[in-house]
């Protein structure tokens, strides 16, 4: 007899509670899981965290004044005192790298989250009322989608910016208060205003959709049979589920929203000096950069290096929370 047909037939064990605590897995701890093993998606992640740190406590880290000026280090190459050289002014790159990085994530997320407001509500009470609510949301969403988004972000910069600081310099003349002189500012609330009104109708219509496709659960049924308020079925029942493709959009909308405020400063009606951005970088170096590439290359690296890890990171939380995707 064959070793083979001697052994005996190997039975496998199921562990009922093992089975359990599969069954019982959420959605969220699913995602996780397979979020881990997409390591394009966690190295996104690794960035996207960095990023974010370095925008928290870089300017306090920075080795000099991002406005400091010494022009006896002027285009000075890399050094231990300037690690990433220095620019025209004999500033140091990387001070002002560290600043930009502060202008950028604060583009990012006050954009995403003015958006994100906007869109949500919009999104959610459109789909819930229907009717002509529906139909006059979606035509404003459609015709903010219609219009092509840089040239009307460059339209909102460009003709507000002027009347608003004719209209301070009128205030500070009839008020003498001196902050309404401090006008730096303006540059931070037009890009966010004017990055929010492209983005909100993607998340609206994202947000709407979700709602049609909630509205037909029995929960949701089951909750207005017992009268509750459309605000209650809302807030309460329709957002919680319609999460999971929101968080993609979301993170989807901070690198979009990176991308934007670099390519406004950099045609010169973004953020302006002296505040840092790494758009404005660029614009300052592009005529020297056959010279001295070390100028430019700093900020168009750092800049492509945070849209891929925002895609990567987006990309990786659309396949960990869509189960369809996975066997």
């Given at each position: 007899m064959s070793a083979e047909t001697a052994s005996p037939k190997r039975s496998r064990v199921i562990d009922d509670k093992s089975l359990s605590l599969e069954y019982h897995r959420s959605l969220w701890q699913d995602g996780a899981r397979r979020f881990r093993r997409n390591w394009l998606a966690v190295g996104g992640l690794f960035v996207v965290i960095a990023f974010l740190i370095l925008a928290l406590v870089g300017p306090h880290i920075a080795p000099y004044d991002f406005l400091e000026q010494n022009i006896a280090n002027a285009f000075g190459g890399f050094t231990v005192e300037h690690p990433l050289g220095a620019d025209d002014l004999g500033r140091d790159v990387l001070s002002r790298m560290l600043h930009g990085a502060r202008t950028a994530a604060l583009v990012a997320f006050s954009t995403t989250a003015i958006s994100l407001v906007i869109g949500v509500l919009l999104g959610t009470w459109s789909g819930i009322r229907g009717g002509r609510t529906d139909q006059f949301l979606m035509w404003i969403s459609d015709l903010i989608q219609a219009m092509p988004g840089l040239l009307l972000v460059i339209l909102i910069n460009t003709t507000l910016r002027r009347p608003i600081i004719n209209?301070?310099?009128?205030?500070y003349e009839q008020t003498k208060n001196p902050f309404y002189l401090n006008t730096l500012w303006l540059d931070y609330v037009l890009v966010f205003s004017a990055l929010a009104l492209i983005a909100w109708p993607g998340l609206a219509r994202l947000i709407r959709g979700q709602v049609l496709s909630i509205?037909?659960?029995?929960?949701?049924?089951?909750?207005?049979?017992?009268?509750?308020?459309?605000?209650h079925i809302m807030l309460r029942h329709v957002i919680p589920n319609a999460l999971g493709p929101l968080v993609v959009a979301v993170t989807a909308s901070m690198?979009?929203?990176?991308?934007?405020?670099?390519?406004?400063?950099?045609?010169?009606?973004?953020?302006?000096?002296?505040?840092?951005?790494w758009g404005s970088m660029l614009n300052e170096s592009l005529r020297l950069w056959q010279v001295f590439p070390h100028l430019v290359l700093s900020p168009a690296v750092t800049i492509g290096v945070i849209t891929v890890a925002f895609v990567f990171l987006g990309d990786g939380l659309n396949d960990a929370l869509d189960p369809r995707r996975n066997s």
């Open positions: 209209w301070f310099d009128q205030l509205n037909e659960e029995d929960y949701v049924l089951a909750a207005r049979a017992l009268g509750a308020s459309e605000w690198g979009g929203a990176v991308t934007f405020e670099a390519t406004l400063s950099f045609l010169g009606i973004g953020v302006q000096p002296p505040n840092a951005s």
